[in-house]
């Protein structure tokens, strides 16, 4: 990540008050202890989120902190740790299910599907699931197959979850407190790559991020990039490199995928006339194919150039590939190009 | 009484005969067993008069519990209504009926109308009671056991002395979900009672075609929990099996499974009418429905010397179909529910993609209007 | 449906030789029995598929002709089912795994996701899993939340399987041959309220149908209506009603979803300028994104409107509501007129 | 000699001490025990190494078998190589490398180089080995359960007399699939053999907190079939237990679980260096280093009479390493799999939006050289 872009993301212009700078994972930690101290009704657990702290750390020193009966590991059993956080908080509880990696959300599909994502719906509004499911999803980390997925679309298109991933810290811990104090349930993917490598500051005092709205992260009047979640660093810095050419960018980090910030997004295009958008998902039948659908149908007599997507690829995640397969900056802004001189 | 788990055969009260095989509990006066009668009468009765209303085309589906209902009814006696909570599946009407939900509301479901809890957005018989306790019902198989054990963790978790009770057929025990949910209740020693209405056929699947394990309950076992096996058509057996062992759960001794062994004497469903030509043996069907549980609850009656007459019979049948009657009547004078309400519930707010699609609808009915 | 729709999905131009009017549901039995007969290493399973000839009977009376070895019930666990599917294939035979709805993927969801579709990359294309999952899907038939789902945009985002899902007899036993014979897992989508309602020719002779190209069900110069599975019925019907207005819609049914055959569809589009998209999935991040997508990337300059679609809502399938829900005739005309009227 | 299942302790043949409890069967020749001890120590020695590898940086994962050795080799010559069908888990290269697949293999799929059958798209430890039956390894916990079972059923349908061996960890036993698989393995009565190789932990999670069932191989009950249990530590036990339950499956007597208790002394995998610190006492680290399944069987190569010298081992040491530096050269020389290679497999024939994005990249990759 360039200097410049690692700036813009440090420093959200929602920010204000006093700061601290953190990176992500720690931005998660804060969140989860803040959350565990102000309601009881929140628990947490997953596997090896106890004493270990889990595989990445979210949660290290949370069970000497609150205790075992808040923090805790479980079985080996992702249908188990989703379908007990359903049936908690259905009993008025706000559980936090950690899956370990998002690759194996696969166990535990049917929970999210039959349940927790039907719950509200198929009670008549009696009862109702506000649970939150957090995973470390993406790329770049060399995990091969089972380490780098990036399955957010499956849940986009799954009606009755909300879907949320940050890319900063400031976004992480004040989504995920939204997330805890909603009514729904909300699936909170955290970019991996970034849990160390996005640092930003953090308000000291206790503050919120609304599900369901975009952050502006560079304006400019030329085109619109539009991402999320790992991408954000790389697209910032096509962002700067075609600054350097004289060409500005807009760019949008949608953050909340369910809902997602259509507002935002047809108001920067109508500006801008051109849209291109970044992801790291699979290309085909992936979330973005929602947001270039959305934009042609508003805004076709503005649009100056077909919106492009820059993705992954359509294949289990590789693992040597692993820098081929991700976005890159100079990838992200050759799209740009296409769209600038079309 | 302590209950043995493991036994070799089912637990069983009272012969098919109708005597006690060990001396009745005290609280089985003729006055106690009249109630139980007549909790399954009612729901055999329910059970007829809706098949009725599903050849008429008043409803599009319909799953019996037609020879189960000692299971349904002892089960049901045995917890504290209102108190505790249920995770159950399609075919527990019986267990509603007898908890005390208004007939109304389960007749609403059926029929998709204005009264019912959850808005004519269910098929029939995935029932919701929020006043019972009773979480609305997922067709998915066994999908319910690992939320029961969450509901459980949070009954220990906030402190309460409530149970959870968590029911499945035998089909349902061949799911992962089940795996995975009974074994977590057993490491958190959850306040969890599952329980198995082994009726013996899963649609068309027999039980031996289902797992190559004598009983369902020595699944238990796998688990580090007590199982127990009951004689499902007893209800005596049932409720005094029931009983103790949704108390040595709520004691904090931690899960149990219990195997009442019954069968299902109808169709699957009205989807499945042919059972006996495709996949079982008349023969076998009679020789359940010789074992009749609410034959053996009369036998018992007269055995005691209070026999169930015919004039008691008839008023107790014509009750409850004045009751099913008034309940369907009640619920289609109220109507189909708006077209609007399919875009309500999603989310706890409606996010704007819903407003929209709503609005295009809206607009759709006018132009129809 | 009409008449005129009924005609134009019975015969396809693509039928030749002797034929026989059969329904859809009898032709995938057709196709099973005819495989079953010409390959050894086929065998049929999954609940009730056996003697009771599965809930739909698409297996009836299979299990009487080829024994209990070849076609058999399987213990009530769809994970059970495709991973036993999955080692089988890897093992050199031909199975066919039935899931007695597609709402109840879920708990198999892992087995496709981690087992299935990444068999063949994962070994470096030394171990195949050449499996046929058939499973009746879609609504229409008063099934509510669980007997009603339309997942295919799942399957279709999911990298290494091939998702298909014909909308007539001819179709559906050409397709399934082809995916019994072809080397790849393939996900069978089967309209269930088409098992009856569509009737058409097929041939007496052995034949196939290619997995990855559409079917062009009526020509026309002023829009193309593209289409799949359970809705066609109701796509023709808007053909035909703006036929009556002078308006010639083009119709193409994709049959194939993964790979679909944007040859087709580009081609068609490029000559008339309009696409409208009709399914019954629900509409956000749906696989019809995808097709839109691709049609103004690479047809920007030639459409005269936007791209517009016509799906299911975003929700967990309603049971009264079933009628409003779906994708009318009336919906996709209404749809078209905005097209034209652009 | 009939083993016995569901013995209360886990079955042994050699003490601690090198001792054999009872008369051990006629081929344990102290020849037949070296090349037993040769095959564990030549996986103890290869974990060592390519730790090495790993702390250089010339591989992203590792995950070790150190203390596992007796199992893993005492599974694989049970046995029939090249014959029997594998459904393994990361864990085990040890069986991989005692059933003849060569460490260049077992390297390149390491290291990710040209010479790796998977060709350099699964990360560390997710081997392949076709010409073994090894079946690709997912990382998916416990899905490979179901799959194995498929593999049997294929088997027998086949009329072969193959039989499928299914491994996995203690923790995998928690998963929905595991025991979906299983169970269809039973009612299928197919010709597999699943193995619990129960090391106690699961990365952090410990056996105690899995399940609430003493023992994992008393889980096959809940499947009818038998469950055995083996001192995962004492390779004779494992190699009796494991070669008269392989035959018993492949004499068509149905499936079967056998847990082989050993211990887990290294860390997870390099993501998890501080097992001691975090979540385990170095006390009882120490305690299952000192029921090394190495020593036990160097003790009983001494007591009968046929120590294992210290040159033997220096040679034998050596050995490993040439051979594994050999390896690790060879690999290496072969160089990374080029990029496209990304691009195929995905389907038998690529299809056209996969030839689209190659070509993109193709372009990509011009412009950048
Ligand atoms: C996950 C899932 N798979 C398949 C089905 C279809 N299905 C509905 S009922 C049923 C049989 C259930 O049998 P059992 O659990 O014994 O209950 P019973 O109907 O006998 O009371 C099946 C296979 C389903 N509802 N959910
Ligand atoms: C479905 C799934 N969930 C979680 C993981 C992450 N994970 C990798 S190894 C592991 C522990 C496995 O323990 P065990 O089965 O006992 O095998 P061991 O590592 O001890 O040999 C976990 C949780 C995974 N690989 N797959
Ligand atoms: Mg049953
Ligand atoms: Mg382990």
């Known amino acids: 990540m360039s200097l410049i872009a690692e700036e813009q993301m440090a420093r959200s212009p929602e920010v204000s008050g006093e700061t601290r700078t953190i990176n992500l994972i720690t931005a998660v930690t804060e969140a989860l202890d803040e959350e565990l101290t102000r309601d009881e009704r929140v628990v947490v657990f997953g596997e090896d989120v106890g004493p270990r702290g889990g595989v990445f750390m979210a949660t290290a020193g949370l069970t000497a902190k609150h205790g075992e009966h808040r923090v805790f590991n479980t079985p080996l059993s992702e249908a188990a740790i989703v379908g007990a956080a359903v049936g908690m908080a259905v009993r008025g509880m706000r559980p936090v299910a950690e899956i370990q990696f998002a690759d194996y959300m696969g166990p535990a599909f049917d929970q999210i599907l039959s349940q927790a994502a039907k719950m509200r719906y198929r009670s008549g509004g009696n009862d109702t699931a506000p649970l939150v499911i ?21 849940y986009v298109h799954m009606a009755g979850v909300q ?98 910030d259509k507002e935002a997004v047809l108001s920067s295009v109508a500006k801008t006339g051109r849209a291109v958008l970044v992801s790291e998902a699979p290309r085909t039948a992936n979330f973005m194919g929602e947001v270039a659908y959305s934009i042609q149908e508003a805004l076709f007599d503005s649009l100056l150039a077909p919106v492009l997507q820059v993705a992954g690829f359509d294949m289990p995640y590789p693992y040597v590939q692993d820098k081929i397969y991700l976005p890159s900056g100079n990838r992200i802004a050759a799209a740009c190009v296409r769209a600038l001189n079309y | 009484m302590k209950i043995q788990p493991f036994t070799a055969e089912p637990i069983r009260w009272v012969s098919e005969q109708g005597e006690p095989l060990q001396p009745l509990p005290e609280r089985y006066t003729p006055d106690f067993l009249r109630g139980l009668y007549r909790d399954m009468f009612r729901a055999r009765e329910f059970d007829r008069k809706l098949i009725t209303l599903l050849r008429q085309g008043r409803t599009s589906f319909y799953a019996q519990a037609h020879g189960m209902e000692a299971t349904q009814v002892g089960l049901a006696r045995a917890c504290r209504a209102g108190h505790d909570w249920w995770w159950l599946y399609y075919r527990d009407h019986p267990i509603m009926l007898t908890l005390g939900v208004p007939m109304l509301q389960l007749i609403s479901q059926i029929m998709g109308t204005s009264t019912d809890v959850c808005k004519g957005r269910q098929m029939p018989h995935h029932f919701s009671a929020p ?69 013996q056929w ?119 179909n004045a009751e099913v009657s008034a309940a369907i009547e009640e619920a289609a004078a109220s109507g189909t529910p708006s077209w609007d309400v399919m875009f309500h519930d999603i989310y706890a707010e409606q996010p704007p993609h819903l407003a929209e699609q709503e609005a295009y609808v809206r607009a759709e009915q006018e132009v129809g209007a």
């Open chain 2, 202 to 320: 899963a649609i068309s699947t027999g039980v031996a075609d289902q797992t190559a394990s004598e009983t369902i309950h020595i699944k238990a076992r796998a688990y580090g929990m007590p199982g127990y096996y009951v004689d499902g058509n007893d209800v005596v057996a049932v409720l005094e099996v029931m009983s103790a062992v949704a108390e040595r759960v709520r004691s904090g001794e931690g899960p149990a499974i219990v195997e009442a062994l019954t069968y299902r004497v109808g169709s699957h469903s009205n989807a499945d009418a042919d059972a006996e030509k495709h996949y079982r043996t008349r023969e076998e069907v009679e020789e359940w429905t010789s074992r009749d549980p609410l034959d053996r609850i009369e036998k018992l009656l007269a055995h005691l010397g209070s026999p169930v007459t015919a004039e008691e019979k008839e008023a107790l049948a014509q009750e409850v």
């Open chain 1, 134 to 154: 957090r995973t470390p999803s993406g790329g770049g980390v060399k995990g091969g197959h089972h380490h780098s997925q990036s399955p957010e679309s499956y």
């Open chain 2, 131 to 199: 006043s019972h306790n009773v979480v609305s019902i997922s067709s998915s198989i066994a999908s319910q056991v690992p939320p029961a054990t969450g509901t459980a963790m949070a009954q220990k978790y906030l402190g309460t002395d409530e149970i959870t009770i968590c029911t499945f057929g035998d089909g349902a025990t061949s799911e992962g979900d089940w795996h995975a949910g009974i074994n977590m209740a057993a490491v958190k020693r959850a306040p969890v009672m599952f329980v198995c209405e082994n009726n």
């Open chain 1, 163 to 260: 879907v949320v991933m940050p890319s900063t810290p400031y976004d992480a811990k004040g989504l995920l407190k939204s997330a805890l104090r909603g009514e729904d349930p909300v699936i909170f993917f955290e970019p991996k790559r970034l849990y160390r490598a996005a640092k930003g500051e953090v308000p000291v005092q206790d503050y919120t991020v609304p599900i369901g709205k975009a952050a502006l992260r560079r304006e400019g009047s030329d085109l619109t990039l539009i991402g999320y979640g790992g991408v954000m660093p790389d697209v910032l810095d096509a962002a700067q490199a075609l600054a350097a050419e004289g060409v500005q960018a807009e760019v949008l980090d949608l953050r909340s995928l369910m809902p997602w």
